[in-house]
């Protein structure tokens, strides 16, 4: 719905990596570097090259074999009638030839991974796949893609894009740009809590947000209705990935 800013390089290391036959990578991330934005503006570009489509799967709710199966079958728009949902996505994904499927917020179901994609794969000589996740899969094949937060640059950008979203007449000038580059740092370059602290600009000035950003916790939430829970706030992104630890 909004501008795709940055990570150029990003987007051709998964189309070198693509043609080179890897045939499944992992775009692995700390939760708010954007990773499923990356994925996404990857998927638009390489429309014209899969002649079987290019698919896209939310898996943040998933988690057994048969949410998978569910959340592949929305993508593809189909109505899961087996008894065995995982034989009917296979065959759906067989039967799409040179497609490539997106995988998105695997990390919550990654034990399941090489029983699910490790069979798809082998059925599905054509087929590519492209997963986001928190960790590594450890499926054999497996390609990893480490996503880093943004450059510095990429980023000064990335807050500018947003803030005007909210404030037209925003614009980085001689008196704000210090301030702003010191908001981003602050921010680690983290992609999702840049764009949460750039829609703060509609009430606050760069320097009013730069003091503020000792609270960063309860300063950096999302007001669009439509953004998922655990990306709405600095902290709930924390949280799912707190959720997701294991005892030690």
Not at 143 to 150: A, G, M, T, V, W
Not at 168 to 179: C, E, G, Y
Request: aromatic share 6%.
């Amino acid at each position: 719905p909004d501008s795709f800013v940055g990570r150029t390089n990003e987007l051709e290391q998964l189309g070198t990596l693509l043609a080179e036959g890897n045939r499944l990578l992992t775009v692995v991330g700390a939760g708010g570097t954007g990773k499923t934005r990356l994925v996404c503006q990857f998927g638009v570009e390489r429309v014209s090259t899969y002649e079987g489509g290019v698919w896209f799967a939310d898996l943040s709710l998933a988690q057994n074999k048969s949410d998978i199966c569910q959340c592949v079958a929305d993508a593809f728009g189909i109505p899961l009638i087996s008894s065995d949902p995982l034989t009917q996505i296979r065959n759906a994904i067989q039967g799409r030839g040179k497609a490539l499927i997106l995988l998105d917020n695997f990390e919550q179901v990654v034990h399941l991974a090489p029983a699910i994609l490790g069979e798809w794969m082998k059925v599905a000589p054509e087929a590519r796949f492209v997963v986001t996740s928190r960790e590594r899969l450890r499926v054999t094949g497996e390609q990893l893609l480490y996503l880093d937060p943004l450059g510095l640059t990429e980023a000064i950008a990335l807050f500018e894009t947003r803030a005007r979203a909210v404030r037209p007449d925003f614009a980085l000038t001689d008196a704000n740009r210090k301030t702003v580059e010191e908001i981003v740092k602050r921010l680690d370059c983290m992609s999702l809590a840049i764009e949460l602290a750039a829609a703060r600009t509609a009430i606050l000035k760069p320097k009013q947000l730069l003091k503020r950003l000792s609270q960063r916790f309860r300063l950096l939430r999302g007001r669009d209705r439509d953004s998922s829970h655990r990306q709405s706030t600095l902290r709930n992104a924390i949280d799912w990935s707190w959720k997701l630890l294991a005892p030690y």
